[in-house]
């Protein structure tokens, strides 16, 4: 295949999979299609640039906007020429003005350039805007509760859940305020210097200098989810949709679903990479139809623990029994319990390391159960506590080991004997069976019991930047 195959053969593949679906031709206001934009710009494609990618042919400028909360122009207005009377069309009006300054052709708007009476063409929309954002040419956008750099911090478009991915997906960013002044003199306000613009969007938005220069993925799930917590959609299940992009997954988009049910296939694919700070969270877990490590919402996240992970991963697999992750099980015991009617306060110890002191109250009812409390400091009937550690390595040498480092984290898990065992007997019938006797005492499967995400500790005697290696015995499939 020669060059000039290749440079088309990537163009075409691009244009077809990697800007809208729909776009606005400045020349004409028209809409057009990705055939219509290949031919457009095919003769641009360089035929012996070796490094040539397509987004230097195929430019377009994108809209980020808050919303009227009536009169925006929809697909239907602008097919049927009635848009102009709408009190929206001044907003794509004055974007069309502008985009056409930067030299742009064609234009995208959420508001007009998706059919939404096509769900096929909805969802593709929704499940690529991240993708659209990033490969536009600039974004402008409109802050239209802003005059000057000071209201900046409080306009409404910092408060929204969409305009994050809009914020982050860009390589290029230009602000215009209410009348649509510009901010800057600068063709791009997405300054790789500490401006007044990047100091104001880190004040605005509690997003680091650095993290404004943004690469998707399921990775420091925590601290991301932290920037989501306090903005708002208008469609509850838009909350989890919002952030497809931002974590580089994959949801079919379901309206009707329910904000809890979107978050947590949200989570659910988010956990298919295996990063453990997704479990970093406190509150109430979502109610999920068999796991309990899954949390509520990215409020969930706000105020976390400020722990470490590095690049290991955990395998994490979503089953009928929970969320089944292996994980470091350190046992802990009991040197103080009280039960007051409503929660079970706990004082455990690591008998492996008995400097460790975790305080623990539990207000999970599903752990303690009326008949138990009588029995509970019975050696016979008594819970039995781990830590799970989730930030261990899996360290591989002549011999497989794990590795613990000094601070650790993990979740509280327990389990309960089996006080009754089905009758058993030895049949003298059965070949080929090995027959054992009954067990003296059986375990239920380990629980997650600390509502909240996770614990976390420090092993004093570890050094800062290293590790203990530990028998991968220690290491367990749970089901949380």
Same mark, same amino acid.
Not at 358 to 375: A, M, R, V
């Given at each position: 295949?020669?060059?000039?195959?290749?440079?088309?053969?990537?163009?075409?593949?691009?244009? =077809?999979?990697?800007?809208?679906?729909?776009?606005?031709?400045?020349?004409? =206001?028209?809409?057009?299609?990705?055939?219509?934009?290949?031919?457009?710009?095919?003769?641009?494609?360089?035929?012996?640039?070796?490094?040539?990618?397509?987004?230097?042919?195929?430019?377009?400028?994108?809209?980020?906007?808050?919303?009227?909360?009536?009169?925006?122009?929809?697909?239907?207005? =602008?097919?049927?020429?009635?848009?102009?009377?709408?009190?929206?069309?001044?907003?794509?009006?004055?974007?069309?003005?502008?985009?056409?300054?930067?030299? @742009?052709?064609?234009?995208?708007?959420?508001?007009?350039?998706?059919?939404?009476?096509?769900?096929?063409?909805?969802?593709?929309?929704?499940?690529?805007?991240?993708?659209?954002?990033?490969?536009?040419?600039?974004?402008?956008?409109?802050?239209? !509760?802003?005059?000057?750099?000071?209201?900046?911090?409080? &306009?409404?478009?910092?408060?929204?859940?969409?305009?994050?991915?809009?914020?982050?997906?860009?390589?290029?960013?230009?602000?215009?305020?209410?009348?649509?002044?510009?901010? *800057?003199?600068?063709?791009?306000?997405?300054?790789?210097?500490?401006?007044?613009? =990047?100091?104001?969007?880190?004040?605005?938005?509690?997003?680091?200098?650095?993290?404004?220069?943004?690469?998707?993925?399921?990775?420091?799930?925590?601290?991301?989810?932290?920037?989501?917590?306090?903005?708002?959609?208008?469609?509850?299940?838009?909350?989890?949709?919002?952030?497809? $992009? @931002?974590?580089?997954?994959?949801?079919?988009?379901?309206?009707?679903?329910? $904000?809890?049910?979107?978050?947590?296939?949200?989570?659910?694919?988010? @956990?298919?990479?295996?990063?453990?700070?997704?479990?970093?969270?406190?509150?109430?877990?979502?109610?999920?139809?068999?796991?309990?490590?899954?949390? !509520?919402?990215? !409020?969930?996240?706000?105020?976390?623990? &400020?722990?470490?992970?590095?690049?290991?991963?955990?395998?994490?697999?979503?089953?009928?029994?929970?969320?089944?992750?292996?994980?470091?099980?350190?046992?802990?015991?009991?040197?103080? +319990?009280?039960?007051?009617?409503?929660? *079970?306060?706990?004082?455990?110890?690591?008998?492996?390391?008995?400097?460790?002191?975790?305080?623990?109250?539990?207000?999970?009812? *599903?752990?303690?159960?009326?008949?138990?409390?009588?029995?509970?400091?019975?050696?016979?009937?008594?819970?039995?506590?781990?830590?799970?550690?989730?930030?261990?390595?899996?360290?591989?040498?002549?011999?497989?080991?794990?590795?613990? +480092?000094?601070?650790?984290?993990?979740?509280?898990?327990?389990?309960?004997?089996?006080?009754?065992?089905?009758?058993?007997?030895?049949?003298?019938?059965?070949?080929?069976?090995?027959?054992?006797? +009954?067990?003296?005492?059986?375990? *239920?499967?380990?629980?997650?019991?600390?509502?909240?995400?996770?614990?976390?500790?420090?092993?004093?005697?570890?050094?800062?930047?290293?590790?203990?290696?530990?028998?991968?015995?220690?290491? !367990?499939?749970?089901?949380?």
């Amino acid at each position: 295949m020669n060059q000039e195959e290749s440079n088309l053969d990537k163009f075409e593949r691009y244009v =077809m999979n990697n800007i809208p679906i729909r776009l606005i031709c400045l020349s004409d =206001m028209k809409f057009v299609v990705r055939s219509d934009v290949k031919k457009h710009f095919r003769s641009s494609v360089p035929l012996e640039d070796s490094v040539y990618h397509p987004s230097e042919s195929v430019r377009y400028a994108i809209l980020s906007h808050r919303w009227l909360d009536e009169g925006e122009p929809a697909y239907d207005d =602008m097919k049927a020429n009635i848009a102009e009377s709408l009190a929206g069309y001044t907003k794509l009006m004055n974007f069309c003005e502008k985009a056409r300054e930067y030299g @742009m052709e064609f234009v995208w708007s959420d508001t007009c350039c998706i059919d939404k009476n096509n769900s096929t063409e909805l969802d593709e929309s929704i499940r690529s805007m991240f993708r659209w954002y990033r490969n536009s040419a600039i974004c402008i956008v409109h802050l239209a !509760q802003s005059e000057t750099i000071a209201d900046v911090e409080h &306009d409404e478009w910092f408060t929204r859940g969409w305009t994050l991915q809009e914020l982050l997906a860009p390589e290029k960013i230009k602000f215009f305020y209410k009348c649509w002044t510009p901010m *800057t003199d600068d063709e791009d306000d997405k300054n790789m210097e500490p401006t007044e613009v =990047m100091e104001t969007l880190e004040r605005a938005t509690g997003i680091s200098f650095n993290d404004l220069f943004f690469t998707p993925g399921p990775i420091r799930v925590d601290k991301r989810m932290t920037w989501a917590a306090r903005r708002k959609t208008t469609r509850a299940e838009d909350v989890a949709y919002s952030l497809m $992009g @931002m974590f580089d997954v994959s949801l079919q988009v379901a309206y009707g679903e329910g $904000g809890d049910r979107a978050f947590c296939r949200l989570i659910e694919a988010i @956990m298919q990479a295996g990063d453990p700070s997704v479990f970093n969270w406190k509150g109430q877990f979502a109610e999920h139809c068999t796991s309990r490590a899954i949390p !509520q919402s990215p !409020q969930s996240y706000v105020d976390c623990q &400020d722990l470490e992970f590095d690049d290991e991963r955990l395998e994490m697999t979503m089953t009928s029994l929970g969320l089944r992750v292996p994980l470091a099980i350190l046992p802990l015991n009991v040197s103080w +319990r009280r039960f007051d009617g409503s929660s *079970t306060q706990l004082k455990l110890k690591c008998p492996l390391c008995p400097t460790i002191e975790i305080d623990f109250t539990s207000y999970d009812h *599903t752990n303690l159960f009326p008949e138990d409390i009588g029995k509970a400091m019975s050696d016979e009937y008594s819970w039995v506590y781990a830590l799970g550690v989730v930030n261990y390595s899996n360290i591989e040498g002549s011999r497989e080991v794990l590795g613990i +480092r000094r601070k650790s984290a993990g979740f509280i898990l327990a389990r309960k004997p089996k006080s009754t065992f089905p009758p058993g007997f030895q049949p003298s019938d059965i070949l080929g069976i090995t027959i054992v006797c +009954r067990p003296e005492k059986k375990f *239920t499967k380990w629980s997650l019991i600390n509502s909240g995400g996770l614990i976390a500790v420090e092993f004093p005697n570890i050094p800062e930047e290293s590790v203990v290696y530990i028998d991968p015995d220690y290491l !367990q499939s749970v089901y949380l």
